[in-house]
């Protein structure tokens, strides 16, 4: 009965938030709001929330390729995207990305920029609605007060991933700005001003948690917002706010709505809406909410098969085999070599098709011939790159290389969140941004800092717990970075979590080691271009 009452909700609340904004997050100068007067909106909560739409219909475009999570998650060690042949070359982009080599020219850089300002733009646009309405005497201000803390409270995340993404940039605060040409700002300032609006607006919002405030940020979603910004507060400004982080992690665990799944895919299920683990979410549709194109991303053609999938998979993101050895083989969030009906963070071994019987053959695969009349495969004696494991599929967690002839079926693929079967290209499955065992996790690292391992480790243990895995005897820095990785796989924090832990600019496989400046992206040359009084960063 729950399930069904929380699915309806979802129904409604997408139908809300998508009435009338469909088109927002394309045209950032679309008319939206002129033809709403005092006379005919907005009355009641419904119409209130469906003003909200247009703040959170701009967060589906996150997941998609060639943006800000892109951008992320190819810069760390745990995705990359290999030059396979004809195939990913993308004018090296994604090589660049993956060495640190990247410049303010790419396309990414430039794309993860638009999203971030598109999401600000249009928090500004409804913050710019219902303070003029209220100006006006159109709306009470108490009644206002709490849709304008959450759109603040929404867009102070889109100004938490400028500031850990490209560090100095402009802060707008108003939909009508006067000044076409915002200057920069300092990185502290950009911290102030998240954690101004933060500590002014988290304490109006609803601390209910149920489908009222589901995929909406609510109390604890800022609260969590609150601790990841003061968890990187020593690399944004030099400063120790471990104790802040410490607070509001305790604040959530305390509050006891919110409890680690029993099990960790339940998180990352096609139908994860009623799981007591996500705080804050993206609530993707392959219908009315369209963007998680994970199946696409990561998925060799032929495994269209293994999932029924409605469209061809492009083969391309995969992780690191040194990634893919950091788990343990008892660790069940890694999943089972060759078997892909047992989940895992993972897809790697034999591929097969959706009985699970029938290994999948890849048509184009390097240094292999079949015979037209018998079907046999045999090897190319004339072919200078051969696969060593044959025609059929294989996901090998080892990647022969990066360039320029990555094997077609190099690299384990991510497995993380369910393909149901007969999926399309966009999934239906809720993408978390904040879950609880973050929580648990940023608190144990938190006392951890402050030399109080012993309390952190019974934080880190109900996570590893889960996993399977064994009680650890104490935390290390190394084994908290370890830890997080194994369980946020895939998730957009593996990056911020190096430059924290101090190991972004380490040497991985097909990386040699960085400069510090490039834990910051460079400012795009389209912006600077655009608006001269852009200062880019260092190294650039």
């Not at 119409?47 to 909200?52: D, G, H, K, T, V």
């Not at 998979?313 to 050895?325: I, R, S």
């Not at 047992?342 to 071994?349: E, W």
């Not at 393909?419 to 940023?442: C, H, K, Q």
């Amino acid at each position: 009965m729950f399930k069904k009452t929380m699915l309806a909700g979802k129904t409604l609340l997408l139908g809300l938030l998508l009435v009338g904004f469909t088109q927002s997050c394309t045209n950032l100068d679309e008319e939206i709001f002129s033809d709403l007067t005092s006379e005919n909106f907005p009355t009641t909560e419904e119409q209130f929330i469906s003003a909200l739409g247009a703040t959170y219909t701009s967060l589906y475009g996150l997941l998609n390729h060639n943006s800000i999570f892109s951008l992320q998650e190819v810069s760390s060690d745990e995705i990359m995207i290999p030059h396979r042949g004809a195939d990913w070359f993308d004018g090296g982009q994604w090589l660049r990305v993956h060495a640190h080599d990247y410049n303010d020219a790419e396309q990414c850089v430039n794309n993860g920029w638009n999203f971030l300002y598109g999401g600000v733009n249009n928090c500004n646009r409804v913050v710019t609605l219902f303070e003029s309405l209220v100006e006006e005497g159109s709306v009470a201000e108490e009644d206002a007060a709490a849709f304008i803390a959450e759109v603040k409270t929404l867009r102070a995340l889109f100004y938490f991933w400028l500031l850990d993404g490209y560090g100095n940039v402009p802060i707008v605060t108003s939909f009508d700005e006067s000044e076409p040409n915002p200057p920069t700002r300092s990185r502290t300032e950009v911290y102030e001003f998240i954690e101004t609006e933060l500590a002014e607006n988290v304490p109006n919002l609803s601390q209910l948690n149920d489908i009222s405030t589901y995929a909406r940020m609510n109390y604890w979603a800022g609260k969590a917002l609150q601790a990841k910004l003061w968890l990187n507060a020593e690399v944004y400004v030099g400063k120790d706010e471990y104790a802040k982080a410490l607070e509001a992690c305790e604040e959530i665990i305390d509050s006891g709505l919110y409890n680690l799944e029993a099990d960790y895919f339940a998180n990352f299920n096609a139908d994860n809406l009623a799981s007591g683990e996500n705080i804050f979410t993206i609530p993707y549709d392959e219908a009315q909410a369209q963007g998680f194109n994970l199946g696409q991303m990561t998925l060799h053609y032929s495994s269209q098969a293994t999932f029924s999938l409605q469209e061809q998979p492009w083969n391309g993101y995969c992780t690191l085999q040194e990634f893919y050895n950091s788990y343990d083989d008892t660790d069940l969030r890694k999943g089972e070599y060759g078997n892909q009906k047992v989940r895992g963070n993972f897809l790697a071994g034999p591929q097969f098709d959706a009985g699970g019987t029938t290994q999948l053959i890849d048509p184009g695969v390097e240094g292999w011939i079949q015979d037209p009349d018998t079907g046999e495969w045999s090897e190319d004696p004339d072919a200078d790159l051969v696969d060593p494991d044959g025609e059929g599929l294989v996901y090998t967690p080892e990647v022969n290389e990066i360039e320029p002839n990555a094997l077609r079926q190099a690299g384990a693929r991510v497995g993380k969140f369910e393909y149901e079967n007969g999926a399309t290209s966009n999934l239906n499955n809720d993408f978390p941004i904040f879950r609880y065992s973050d929580v648990l996790l940023m608190a144990a690292e938190c006392l951890h800092r402050m030399n109080m391992s012993g309390d952190g480790l019974i934080y880190a243990n109900m996570v590893r717990s889960r996993a399977g895995l064994d009680d650890l005897g104490s935390l290390t820095d190394e084994e908290l970075l370890a830890e997080r990785g194994r369980e946020f796989f895939y998730e957009g924090w593996r990056r911020q979590d190096l430059i924290r832990f101090g190991a972004f600019g380490d040497e991985w496989d097909f990386k040699p080691a960085s400069d510090p400046c490039k834990e910051l992206f460079p400012i795009p040359i389209n912006q600077i271009n655009a608006n001269p009084n852009l200062a880019q960063n260092d190294c650039y």
